[in-house]
């Protein structure tokens, strides 16, 4: 047992976090996803991670660091699909997510669709009727409501649904304690710099105990994103309870710290020009993908003893 | 990255698990909560057990005693024990998880000699004097003053919160040494033997009825001097020593014990409202005990266990006191007698675990710790300094 980064894991993490920092400032992840991100992305090997030998432990490493940076786009699915759809993959749980939005719709070639049987992909050039939204939650990820989606063609079964719901949450989960963390780290500077009454507003306990709450919350779900990862990877205890819990704090943290960033900043908080609405939009998008945290909380729950049972 | 065990763990586990399923059934039934003698008696009897077996002070250095056992075995006999529900240390407390590291860091050789083989052992009982009526989060304005007298220190003042200070034989004491200089500059740490003259311990009844704390009173009591751990004056270093102890790891084993209890209850409960929040406060443990690995694997790197450690006591205690707000909404009506079957212990645990985010430096407090040791934030202008 050792919990902690590998000398590799490292690496990658430093890694993926200087080409994030050197090629997806704030200014062009606002421009939103195109082909260019993708390619940029494919190259880094962020979706072929695990075909090139890597487990989902580092891939949820290199996730979080995409999270941090806020790097906008189908990514989860893409790193999901790599290997069974060539071109730009987006993605859709149609029977756990509710109404058919599908994100990045005129971006994508294809659209892979869990439904209850598996898996199948949809080219996205045979999805019609789309209705565009003019004003996404996300500025940064653009909605279709569909109608009905074609059948397209199946890819796998109830056996890669599995997979991909652990996986995708997992993943999902790993970039939303990037959300956290770059939430954290924003608030942090600004209330070193934000002075009031003649000094730091981040010297205020009122303040300072927000942030080390952002700060807790992140390391606690990091830790179990970690922890799920890695049992999905070498499953030693439930699997299922393990990737719930994680996906579930993650959300979590990811939009608490969301709404604190927004309180720390005060009247900037609610203003277009800084970042966090970003981030906190994105946190709420991503809580209703892979699961929320309500249908999370219950698997966990399913995998304690239940009423009767002798403990 | 991995949490799998290895098979000299796995091998530890099943050597630990087959001596529990001998030892347990030998051990006398657990006595009342309020006689102190029996349940002396009844942990040091524990910890002898646990000595004679080879399981006392699994991370102590063979040297005092201990195993020397890898941080995996540790969590290992966590586990096991917590699931075979073995008794906790209980009164052995203070001496096994925070004042034995402290005098192993910073004791002299003949302290060291003197007291970790006996604690050990279970033949010698600590109790904790830090806190006093006036300095509590603010410790280190600390009055109760040690006066030298040749080889001995003169000590007068009150203690308060003094845990175990009952049954204890030695006492952690800080006093002022220099009440001139900087408040922090001026204590020392020292050990108090409980049976000299001068020491009135009056026990203190909390929200249980119980009295696991005590007021300590202290006039003019003589101290030798060869009892201060840490130079004179250096005493508020050595209690950070301390605090990183009982911060840091001394948690661990509620923590475990805290998932077996979200069991218990989840046994009791049906209500799909309620199973959620048990979920979601299974997660928060399991998150925990995940991090609580991490910080051990940092540890056994880099010496020190990171950022882990100083969040682990705040995150704990504000998710046991969710679970223990959600236990008396599952008893309901049941709960309202502490002397209920199968239950009433569940109640108890409630009302014990209020002080969690009070003791051992409040919940407030260590968000003020975190800002500032790790965010790197500013202090608050203090009033006066």
């Known amino acids: 047992m050792n919990f902690d980064l590998t000398a590799d894991q490292e690496a990658l993490r430093d890694g993926i976090r200087s080409r994030c920092v050197s090629r997806f400032p704030m200014k062009r992840v606002r421009d939103g996803f195109d082909r260019s991100v993708w390619d940029e992305l494919g190259e880094a090997g962020v979706f072929s991670l695990r075909a090139d030998g890597f487990g989902l432990a580092d891939a949820a490493i290199a996730f979080e660091e995409l999270g941090r940076a806020l790097v906008p786009g189908p990514l989860v699915w893409g790193h999901l699909a790599a290997g069974r759809a060539g071109g730009i993959t987006g993605g859709i749980d149609v029977v756990a997510d509710g109404p058919v939005i599908v994100e990045h719709l005129d971006a994508i070639d294809a659209l892979a669709v869990i439904d209850a049987e598996g898996v199948r992909l949809v080219p996205a050039a045979v999805i019609d009727g789309a209705e565009p939204a003019a004003r996404p939650l996300d500025p940064l990820t653009p909605v279709h409501r569909v109608g009905r989606l074609p059948d397209g063609d199946r890819i796998g079964g109830i056996d890669l649904l599995t997979q991909w719901r652990l996986e995708g949450a997992v993943l999902i989960g790993a970039f939303l304690v990037g959300i956290a963390r770059a939430c954290t780290d924003l608030s942090v500077a600004y209330a070193q710099e934000r002075r009031q009454f003649d000094r730091p507003i981040g010297s205020f306990q009122a303040v300072k105990h927000i942030l080390a709450d952002m700060a807790v919350r992140t390391e606690v779900a990091r830790a179990s994103v970690h922890a799920a990862a890695c049992t999905v990877d070498d499953p030693q205890m439930e699997v299922t309870r393990a990737v719930s819990g994680a996906k579930l704090l993650a959300g979590d943290a990811a939009v608490t710290n969301g709404l604190a960033a927004t309180q720390v900043h005060g009247g900037m908080g609610f203003t277009w020009e800084v970042d966090v609405h970003l981030y906190l939009k994105r946190a709420w998008l991503l809580g209703t993908a892979f699961g929320t945290s309500g249908a999370h909380a219950d698997t966990v729950a399913d995998c304690l003893p239940a009423k009767g049972d002798t403990p | ?385």
């Not at chain 2, 694997?297 to 450690?309: E, L």
């Not at chain 2, 109640?347 to 965010?375: C, D, F, H, Y």
Request: aromatic content about 8%.
């Open chain 2, 1 to 385: 990255m991995d949490l799998k065990y290895s098979e000299s763990d796995e091998a530890f586990r099943s050597e630990l698990r087959a001596w529990l399923a001998r030892a347990l059934p030998e051990l006398p039934a657990h006595p009342g909560r309020e006689d102190w003698k029996a349940r002396r008696r009844f942990d040091t009897d524990w910890q002898r057990r646990l000595f004679d077996a080879g399981y006392a002070g699994l991370s102590w250095p063979r040297e005092y005693g201990g195993r020397d056992a890898s941080p995996s075995e540790q969590l290992v006999f966590l586990e096991e024990t917590t699931a075979a529900r073995a008794p906790n240390v209980g009164v052995n407390f203070v001496g096994l998880l925070h004042a034995g590291p402290t005098l192993m860091t910073e004791g002299t050789d003949e302290q060291k000699a003197r007291h970790l083989p006996a604690i050990l052992r279970g033949d010698e009982v600590w109790c904790q004097g830090f806190s006093e009526p006036a300095a509590g989060s603010d410790l280190a304005a600390l009055r109760t003053r040690a006066v030298r007298d040749g080889d001995d220190y003169v000590v007068t003042g009150q203690k308060i919160w003094c845990s175990f200070g009952q049954v204890g034989d030695f006492g952690e004491l800080l006093v002022r040494t220099d009440p001139d200089a900087p408040k922090h500059r001026g204590i020392s740490w020292l050990i108090l033997p409980m049976d000299l003259p001068g020491i009135e311990v009056r026990p203190i009844e909390t929200v249980l009825g119980s009295s696991e704390f005590s007021e300590v009173f202290l006039d003019e009591v003589r101290v030798p001097v060869a009892n201060r751990v840490g130079a004179e004056n250096d005493g508020w270093r050595v209690t950070q020593v301390t605090f990183s102890f009982e911060r840091g790891t001394a948690f661990v084993s509620e923590m475990v014990e805290a998932r077996r209890l979200l069991d218990d209850l989840a046994a009791l409960t049906a209500d799909q409202v309620d199973r959620r929040e048990l979920g979601h406060i299974a997660a928060e443990l399991d998150a925990l005990w995940a991090l609580t690995k991490r910080n051990v694997s940092q540890a056994a790197r880099t010496g020190s266990p990171g950022d882990g450690a100083l969040m682990i006591k705040l995150a704990y205690s504000e998710t046991r006191a969710r679970l223990g707000e959600l236990s008396l909404r599952v008893l309901g009506r049941a709960g309202l007698d502490l002397d209920a079957p199968e239950v009433g212990e569940m109640v108890e645990e409630r009302l014990r675990t209020l002080s969690l985010t009070i003791a051992a430096g409040t919940s407030q407090i260590q968000r003020n710790i975190i800002s500032e040791r790790l965010l790197g934030l500013p202090r608050e202008p203090m009033m006066t300094l």
